[in-house]
């Protein structure tokens, strides 16, 4: 059986593209995959955090995981700050990580344009490749932005290997092309994202209806007024991979089924259709933010099984080291 992880950072309100990048994968896959997700909280510090906020966050991203329907019979939910075995396996990675190769990273840059720059924020590849590392992983199920990464950390493995000997499996990012980027509702050309400043840009789990409607109804579209395969821009084409992923079809099928609708009819169906599968995640959301010795129980549960799971990899890390 492969094994999966993934992980989101507790650092604002979870989104639809955190939803059709990452959860909905997840989902997909727990049935037939030995499935391990985390809320990688540490990750999220590496930019300021609210600390009374972050713990209910994080609270809230598990919940939020099992309300979109991972199952903890199936699959593995923890905390990352609750297994020691993450930071201690980083500091290892550090110790063979090229500093231009961090240098070069994407996330890096951008991320360094709006906040101070701090060393955790330099090193967040190095911790997430000690994440997916650790549980000798054969898929990552991400979005398009983290492929560097993933990239760095099979890198990262290549090199423990060959200088110390096997040790870590090569792990395979998963990316499916029509919604591997949700892009904000208000600039196609940006990421939909946790800290995007405009609030328009970004439709959250837990919105409320008339704030989704209001969203949609509000997004950018292009001088055109109706769907055509052919000469669509950048922003319709967003929201028609939204509303593909939605209802689980091709973009291809979508094209089919709305070919030559008008944009205003068209943001009304994809308003139905967001509105009725958020209400729903948000209907198990409540109930299982409402039972929180029932969550606790699923995260101690996590907490232990990653944390046996992890340790087998670290140790053998730290024996090829000479460490131990
Ligand atoms: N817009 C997106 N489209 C598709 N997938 C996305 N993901 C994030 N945004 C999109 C995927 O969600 C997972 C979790 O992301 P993360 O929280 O670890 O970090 P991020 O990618 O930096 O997400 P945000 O929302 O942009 O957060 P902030 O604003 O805090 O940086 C990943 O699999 C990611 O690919």
Redesign the pocket.
Same mark, same amino acid.
């Given at each position: 059986m492969k094994t999966v992880f993934?992980?989101? !950072?507790p650092?604002?309100d979870l989104?639809i593209?955190?939803y059709?990048?990452?959860i909905s994968q997840w989902v997909k896959g727990q049935d037939f995959t030995e499935s391990i997700f985390c809320v990688?909280d540490l990750?999220a510090i590496t930019v300021p955090q609210n600390p009374s906020a972050i713990k209910e966050k994080v609270l809230e991203v598990a919940a939020l995981y099992l309300a979109c329907g991972i199952d903890p019979r199936k699959s593995k939910i923890f905390i990352q700050s609750e297994n020691p075995n993450h930071t201690e396996l980083a500091w290892i990675l550090n110790t063979i990580t090229p500093f231009g190769q961090l240098e070069r990273m994407t996330?890096f840059k951008e991320k360094s344009e709006k906040h101070e720059v701090n060393v955790g924020l330099f090193d967040y590849p190095v911790l997430m490749a000690s994440d997916i590392l650790l549980y000798q992983t054969d898929e990552v199920p991400?979005?398009?932005? !983290?492929k560097q990464h993933i990239e760095l950390t099979r890198d990262l493995a290549e090199k423990f290997n060959k200088k110390f000997g096997q040790t870590f499996k090569l792990p395979n990012s998963v990316i499916h092309k029509d919604?591997?980027?949700?892009m904000s509702l208000q600039n196609p050309l940006s990421?939909?994202?946790?800290?995007d400043n405009d609030p328009l840009g970004t439709i959250n789990l837990l919105d409320t209806v008339e704030k989704i409607k209001e969203k949609i109804k509000k997004a950018v579209t292009d001088s055109n007024s109706s769907i055509s395969k052919d000469n669509g821009g950048e922003a319709i084409a967003n929201l028609l991979a939204i509303y593909s992923a939605f209802k689980d079809q091709s973009l291809d099928i979508t094209y089919n089924e709305l070919d030559g609708k008008s944009y205003g009819e068209f943001k009304g169906l994809l308003a139905e259709l967001v509105v009725d599968k958020l209400k729903e995640i948000q209907g198990k959301y409540t109930q299982i933010r409402s039972d929180e010795k029932y969550l606790r129980r699923v995260l101690d549960e996590g907490k232990d099984y990653s944390i046996n799971k992890s340790l087998k990899t670290l140790n053998k890390a730290k024996e090829q080291l000479g460490l131990m």
């Open positions: 993934s992980g989101i !950072q650092s604002g989104h593209g955190n059709i990048g990452a990688v990750h996330q991400v979005g398009e932005d !983290q919604t591997a980027r949700i990421k939909m994202s946790k800290s």
